[in-house]
Structures are given as structure tokens and as C-alpha cells.
């Protein structure tokens, strides 16, 4: 009796009167999206939108009191396809969101503030905006969205399950605020309208799961990472529009986390970890153009920057020692330096970089893979350091009549005589094979020695090529 009155007060305060029964609407396709299927398959998602007459009419509000979990539907009564915004307050359970997501596919509830409730254990549950049995059809695989467009979360949360807002083609604006500490997988996966400005990631976020903001172009400018943020999922910001993305500290990186997306520059801190396989971190980002990796990075990833066609600048650490297959295939390399104590490049790992000019080989590299040079048709000088050369199918596909090949003084007839090396036409001995400076010298003083690349000494310069002075390279300027 106590709870009737209590509706029969809500209603009246909330001047909510029956209306008509919402008319039919209309979906069309928004946006067409690829995932994995359980058994491993690609599969084609197309996400329909509801196109409904324009209605001049206020919208409607609704003012909620849940005085006990799982309640919410009897305080909104047969009122659930009528309204528009909603505010609650009280506890609230998944029986509560069940309630709100229903609100919104079956009638037209557009905003919904949590910001005065609280969630059972603190939890926002998976599913809470999309229900998957009732959304996608399974033949088709059509998933038809909510109407749901600004969304504050409750008081308190510390996580958000998977799947909470999938789909979610409406939703422009979400609230997110400490103490969450973790966003579970796909959480807000192909939400199309979600903006940068409205997402914070709040300080003590500490998990980011798979897919969680994947394919959500409209999410652009700079991504900013909380000191607190500890991992980074596979794909949890492919294929979306940041720019840029700022990291105050070191996180581990899944496989495919930013593929595909706009980035511009990546600067990595150092204590970062990735995943390695199927690694693939920053692929397919055709705007990224410089690259600093972390200080203390001992192995680049399968693939972490492949197909990155813009890609001109990679700062590479001291410390490096592998570089995985495909790592920078394709990218817009013009001068490549690989540190001392890189022992190992991998197969296809600079394939295609067809910019390529510059090489410059460490003595300690032992292993070179197929094609890890393959197809860069731009190539004209090689600095190799390696002293005992073994045969190499690295270099398959450059030129070898333009391109020439400087390596260490006494070893030519050892470099023309291993397989793949033995096809270069111009093998260069060098009495020293430091590193290439960007020094500018207009005038040598009688102290300085310095030599050409065939080790003549010289006595004046010219502009853009390289010389020998004190045991390393410089550019003439």
C-alpha cells in the first residue's frame, strides 16, 4: 500500500499523463563493423539506427526514487516508452538497468543520470545498455542500437562490465570519474558517436580492456593516459580517431591496442611492456610520423608499426636487441640507424620501406631475415659494421647496381663471396665504421684528418657528403 502511494505521489510530481504508444520506426544502417565470431571467423555486424518522425513536443522527464535494488521498473509503471530523460536516485540493481536499456530500445529514453544512485558492489553490470539476444539478429547479423545519448554513471563505481554500452551508435557523452579503476572488454565498442571531449579517463583507472573504445572514429584529439593506468587490451583504441595519446607512465600494451587509429607522434615512457604476438600495437596508423620507443625496450613487436606509411622518425634505444617480423614494413623511412647491440632483424621487418636511403648495420648483428630489407628500391648506402657477413636473403628486391655498400676495411673478399651480399656490385672497404654525425665544417684546420669514404685523405668539403674524421661519419655541410 506504502509503495502504491508512493508511485501515485512520483507521478503526480513528475506530471507524467498517458500518451499514445510510440509510432513504428524505421532503421537503416549507420555503420558496418567486422568482429570475431566465437568460432574464430570474421563476421560483418551492420548497426541499424531508428529514424522517427520529428516531434516538437517537450521532452519528458522522469524523477525516480528506488528505495529498494531491482524496483525501478514498478517506480516507472506502465510510463516506460514515454520517457525521455531520466534521473535516479537510490540503489539500483541489473534488474535496474535491465529496465533502462529497455526503456531505450523499446521506447525513446535518450538520457539517463545515475549520478545520484549507487550500484550494487559498486558495479556497473556487462550488458546494462545492450542486450545481444534481443538486439542482433543472428542470421543477418543486423544489431539494431538504443536511443541512448548521454549517460552518467552512478555514485562510487569501480567497474564497468563488458559490453555495458556496445553498440551504442547514439551515445555522445559519457561520465566517468574515480574510484573506477577498471573499463571491461568492449565496454563502449563501436559507440560511433562518442566524442573526445566528453571522455575523461579518470585518475586511479587502472585496466582498460579488449575493444573497449574500438571503432569510434569520432573519438579524436589527444588521448590522455592517468598515471594510474596500468594495462592497455588488444584493441581497446583500434580504429579510432585520436591523434595523439599522452603516457605518464608505463603501461602494457596488447596486441592491435591502437590500430588503425589517426595517431600523429607516439612517445613511449620507458617500463612499458607489449604484448608480442600477435603484436601489432600501432599497425595500419597511416598518419603516425615519428616514433621515440622506450628507453629500456630490449624487442620490438610482430608488426608494431607495419603498414605505418607516413612513418619518417624512429627513435630506437641503445638497448634494443630484436626486431620482429613486419615491424616497419611499409613505413617512410628515409635514414635508418640500428643501435649497437641489436643482435637480430627479422623477416619483412623494413619490407617495402621504398624511401629508404640509408641503412647503417651494427657489428653485433648476427641474424637477418628474409626479406628484411626486401623491396626497398630507394636504397643507395649501406654502412655495415659486420665483420663476418652470413648469407642473407634480407636485401631481395633493392638495387643492387646503385646501391653501395661500405663494410669494414679487410673484408670485401669475404662480403663478395657470402650469398646476399655477394650481389651488390659496389662493396666499399672503410678504415673505420662509426656513426654518421650532423657536424658542419666550412674549413679544416691543418690538426684535422679527414677522409673520404675510400679512405683518401681530403682537404675541403662538400656539401651532403660523408667523410671520416677521428674514427666516425659526418655530413659535409
Known sequence: MKRQILLMCL????????????????????????????????VK?????????????????????????GTLAEVIGDRANEIDEIEVRGLIDEADFATLWQASFEGKLKVVDLSKAFAVGDVVPSGAFYHQDVQMDPLTHRV??????????????????????????????????????????????????LAADNLILP????????????????????????????????????S????????????????????????????????????ELPGQQFAMCYALTKVKLPADLKTVTFGMFNSCIALESVEFPEGLEVIREESFSNAAITDLQLPEGTVAVGADAFRGCANLETLSLPST????????????TGLKDVYSKIVNPGATKAFTGVDYQKAIVYIPEGTKDLYATTPGWS???????????GGVEEIGIDVISAKQKVYDLQGRRVESLHPGQVYIRGGKKFIGK
Open 203 to 238: 585518475e586511479g583507472l587502472e585496466v582498460v580492456e579488449r575493444t573497449a573504445f574500438s571503432n569510434n572514429s569520432a573519438l579524436s584529439g589527444q588521448l590522455v593516459c592517468p598515471a594510474s593506468l596500468k594495462s592497455i587490451g588488444s584493441n581497446a583504441f583500434a
Open 365 to 376: 648483428l648476427s641474424s637477418i631475415d628474409e626479406y628484411a630489407f626486401g623491396l626497398c
Open 144 to 193: 539494431k542500437t538504443i536511443a541512448l545519448e548521454k549517460l552518467s554513471l552512478p555514485q562510487g563505481v569501480t567497474e564497468i562490465g563488458s559490453d555495458m554500452a556496445m553498440y551504442c551508435s547514439n551515445l555522445v557523452d559519457v561520465k566517468l570519474s574515480a574510484p573506477l579503476k577498471k573499463i571491461g572488454a568492449a565496454a563502449f565498442f563501436s559507440c560511433t558517436s
Open 240 to 275: 579510432t580517431g585520436f591523434t595523439g595519446v599522452t603516457f605518464n607512465g608505463p603501461v602494457d600494451i596488447g596486441s592491435q591496442a591502437f590500430m588503425g587509429s589517426k595517431l600523429e607522434e607516439v612517445e613511449l615512457p620507458d617500463g612499458c611492456t607489449f604484448t
Open 11 to 42: 507521478n503526480a510530481a513528475c506530471g507524467l499523463s498517458l500518451l499514445a504508444a510510440p509510432a513504428a520506426v524505421e532503421w537503416v544502417c549507420v555503420n558496418e563493423v567486422e568482429i570475431g565470431a566465437a568460432d574464430g571467423s570474421m
Open 423 to 433: 650481389n651488390f656490385i659496389n662493396l666499399v672497404e672503410v678504415p673505420a665504421m
Open 45 to 69: 555486424v551492420k548497426v541499424l539506427d531508428r529514424v522517427e518522425a520529428a516531434d516538437a513536443a517537450e521532452p519528458v522527464k522522469f524523477e525516480a526514487v528506488v528505495t529498494e535494488p
